[in-house]
């Protein structure tokens, strides 16, 4: 075989530096893209901010859609009830929210800091350090105090004592000579510490505890004990027929009983948590001007580099082998500050296109957005499908109804009976709407929402009802039921 040489032209696309870092830049959230600047100034001689830059963070609207889908509200859970143990779905399924739950304590607890403890909050303690306060100004003495310290140690974030005393006996050395007994008698001692709930094995102690320091003459006050000792899970499923038979009450009774229950905390320790709150940036803000809805950059977050004039004229000045680097930053200078405008006035476009298109969410909210993928954003904007997607993914919005995520305004619709198409979105809050205004002694069942949309023209299967309603964390028909 003879070997000879040839010549071939082809075409290759390549990435050069400079798409790299627009490409990198837009799919960065506002305050990545804040530490990326952060860094370039640093290792940039050439780069200087055009004025004191201060960002401006914005906390997210409690009733908001957050990116953080990021985050799941707090208390949510997607396991099935049979995954869940009777504690968990107890609390979930309780009658009545957790987040309802846990807000009543907080309003209560607020009232309680300011009277009883002037001098130390639940937002300056820790609840460790709250209860070995409360143990040092108290009574016991000694050994006594040191066991119950040992177990102050052992609570887990909501004061649940959630270790077996056996095991932690084996577990202590054996120079401390502390009994099972020991530990038995120190948690009954750490149970009355301070607030009721604090040191129980499960919810029902929990409630127990938290009932037995109400004032005997409470109504129904021993009812609910033996309710909430005995029976949990039987309320969690709602079978009051049962109850009414194994605790021989009546339905005012057990309703009595229920209220009561209902008004406590399940998680007594969580007023001590010192979690922050999630804060974002949004890239644009959304306001009405003349009718109009209409998006605008926020200035605020968008960082304002210039070139370092000095060092620009000392390049011009030099001609030695140094000059070579400096104007390789000032050629990466100018990028970044080209790239910076380009990635915001891409993020603009796309914003601008998204409120055009959902105007009437602005108007009445989750109930007018309309079905909206990324390809009609693409193709009005003459951009590739990726590029909207790294153009929407962690880039917020601040409207009058809160600040959102890009992507929360593209979803999928279905088709009604006249013809066109309603979203997905706006189905989840009619079911919302529904479930709101239903009797709860007479709930909608699935099939039920499904007729009533029907009647609206939409056409919606069982099985799709069941899967918003449990994508917005709506109790099946028979847990709604009430008394």
Known sequence: ?????????????????????????????????????????????????AEEYAPATFAADAGSTRATEAAPASGSDDRSSDERGPDERVRDDFGIEAADWESRDRARSSDDEDESYPEHSAGQ??????????????????????????????????????????????????????????LETALVQLQHLDLPGLGARNLGECLVLQLKALPEDTPQRDLAIRLAGNHLDTL????????????????????????????????????????????????????KHQNKWRARLNVEAMPKLRVNSMYANILQQRDDGNASQLSVQLQEAKWLIKNLQQRFETILRVAQAIVARQEKFFEHGEIGMRPLV????????????????????????????????????FGSGLATESG???????????????VSAENTRKPLTDSRMSEILAQQGIVVARRTIAKYREALHILPVNLRKSL
Not at 263 to 284: C, I, M, Q, R
Not at 379 to 384: C, G, I, R, V, Y
């Open 420 to 434: 066109g198409t309603c979203s997905s979105a706006a189905i989840r809050e009619l079911i919302r709407q529904l």
């Open 125 to 182: 303690l820790s609840l460790r350090e709250h209860l070995h306060e409360q143990l040092a100004s108290g009574s016991l003495e000694g050994r006594d105090r040191i066991v119950v310290g040992l177990l102050i140690e052992a609570l887990d974030e909501n004061g649940y004592f959630a270790q077996d005393l056996a095991e932690l006996a084996e577990l202590l050395p054996e120079e401390l000579d502390i009994s099972l007994d020991d």
């Open 374 to 409: 990324l390809r009609e954003i693409a193709e009005e904007l003459e951009l590739h499908e990726s590029t909207i997607s790294r153009g929407t993914t962690q880039k917020f919005m601040l409207t009058p109804r809160g600040i959102y995520e890009f992507k929360h305004f």
């Open 236 to 287: 969690a499923a709602h079978d009051f027929n049962k109850l009414k038979k194994l605790l021989h009450c009546s339905d005012a009774e057990l309703r009595a009983a229920q209220h009561l229950i209902v008004g406590l905390n399940p998680k007594p320790g969580a007023e001590f948590d010192h979690s922050v709150a999630d804060y974002v940036v949004p890239d644009v803000i959304v306001e």
């Open 1 to 49: 075989m003879k070997h000879a040489l040839q010549l071939r032209t082809s075409q290759q696309l390549t990435l050069t530096p400079q798409l790299q870092q627009a490409i990198k830049l837009l799919q960065l959230s506002t305050q990545d893209v804040q530490q990326e600047v952060a860094r370039m100034l640093d290792e940039n001689p050439m780069l200087e901010l």
